[in-house]
């Protein structure tokens, strides 16, 4: 919603850094520069990447945003009008945002892909992680890996319609906050789609696809199976509860990260410990 890529602050930072500024955004036309170190918004210092995610997740299109910045050894003070990213574009295919109204009375964000061919289509239903991350493919990062990398190359290459949903209290879908948003309001807001894009004209309804990728390889599942789906996709699933779910997830964490065996398995079992009371 800043037109910005950051790099958020390291342990024992109290900063974060401009990895990219979005050409032509707001961003941009304010000044920012790859390089410049933030230093708060809207007079909060914040600290961590936890409470940038958050924050910035609160923020509004068409509101003002104070950075306080050190550029090149100065201080300085810009001011910039939040705004939505900027619009992605893909030569040959017509990139259509809409919104469509979940049984809470929501407004969610729809993002569909469409090959400038005539006739009907067929759709893929992307289901996204459980991260309150944007659905939107920036001009920056986001192209090089997972799930936006493999969503670019459908939307670019698969000659099919690609249908998005943003989740609740996420970038400007109306909701609580994203972090709040519980498994039935995010089903809800896919199953709006679903029914927005039944309704469409340019849609072969007997030819929808459900894409789920992690927390979505759950979701996926449950509407293929109510909507009749003439195919799913599923990758980074999951066959366990959360609990033990979780505990494998932090095992391949530590071991990945370089811990021994030993250490790592008196670490898990701190975890056991602490999602058994979490959870």
């Known amino acids: 919603i800043l037109d910005l890529v950051i790099n958020y602050p390291q342990a024992g930072q109290s900063f974060s850094t401009v990895r990219s500024v979005q050409p032509g955004g707001n ?7 790859s390089g410049d170190t933030i230093l708060s918004v ?8 936890i409470q940038y995610r958050n924050y910035l997740r609160s923020l509004r299109p068409g509101k003002n945003a104070t950075l306080v910045l050190r550029k090149a050894g100065m201080v300085k003070t810009l001011s910039l009008l939040t705004n939505n990213r900027i619009p992605e ?9 809409d919104q469509v109204k979940t049984p809470k009375g929501y407004s969610v964000r729809t993002i569909l892909t469409k090959p400038a061919t005539s006739g009907k289509l067929p759709v893929i239903v992307f289901m996204q992680s459980l991260s309150c991350n944007s659905i939107e493919i920036n001009a920056d990062s986001n192209r090089r890996g997972g799930d936006t990398r493999v969503l670019a190359a459908l939307i670019e290459h698969s000659g099919y319609m690609v249908a998005r949903t943003e989740k609740p209290g996420m970038g400007d879908s109306e909701g609580n906050d994203c972090a709040d ?11 709006a789609t679903i029914r927005y894009l039944k309704k469409r004209n340019d849609v072969d309804t007997n030819r929808i ?16 199976h109510q909507h009749n789906a003439a195919g ?15 505990l494998e997830f932090e095992r391949r964490r530590l071991l990945l990260s370089g811990n021994a065996p030993g250490d790592a398995n008196k670490t898990v079992a701190d975890f056991a410990l602490f999602y058994t009371e979490y959870l």
């Open 209 to 224: 696809y459900f894409f789920g990728s992690s927390m979505g390889a759950a979701i996926a599942p449950l509407l293929a």
């Open 181 to 191: 948003c519980s498994f039935t309001d995010e089903v809800a807001a896919h199953e």
């Open 27 to 33: 961003a941009a036309a304010a000044g920012l520069q």
């Open 89 to 97: 574009q893909y030569p040959g295919i017509e990139v259509i945002y």
């Open 232 to 246: 799913l996709i599923v990758t980074g699933g999951f066959i366990k509860n959360w609990y033990e779910h979780m």
């Open 42 to 49: 809207n007079g909060i210092q914040l600290t961590n990447d």
